[in-house]
């Protein structure tokens, strides 16, 4: 087993947003991303196969896919897509984002 304290381990930076990466095997990828109000993870999207979850565990703002899509999200949401569908986030408020990346099985 493996325990990872986010708030002890990833901070907040004024010069753009902070990535943990928290767990990396063959099985899944867990990476934790905290945004100061006003930062934002650009829309994008990965050319590989499998899905991903991104849940917003501190703070309010939107994610974002293509075109203008903005879907408001706040702590407790998750949205779940498939990784190669556009996806990013923008922090209306200081915001801790879970992101967890699972290939086929």
């Given amino acids: 087993m493996k325990k990872t304290d986010l ?3 990833n901070g907040f ?6 990535r943990l990466l928290v767990h990396d095997s063959p099985y899944f990828k867990i990476l934790n991303f905290n945004f100061k109000a006003g930062q934002e993870l650009p829309v ?6 499998g899905q991903l979850s991104m849940t917003v565990l501190e703070g309010e703002g939107e994610f974002l ?3 203008d899509v903005a879907i408001p999200a ?3 949401d998750v949205l ?5 569908e556009p996806h990013g986030l923008r922090a209306h408020s200081d915001l801790r984002l879970l992101v967890t990346i699972a290939p086929p099985i």
Avoid: P, R
Wanted: proline share 0%; no cysteine.
């Fill in 80 to 84: 779940i897509s498939d990784i190669a």
């Fill in 65 to 67: 896919g293509e075109g």
């Fill in 7 to 9: 708030i002890a381990e």
């Fill in 13 to 18: 930076s004024e010069g753009g947003l902070s």
């Fill in 74 to 76: 706040k702590a407790g």
């Fill in 44 to 49: 994008h999207s990965h050319d590989i196969e």
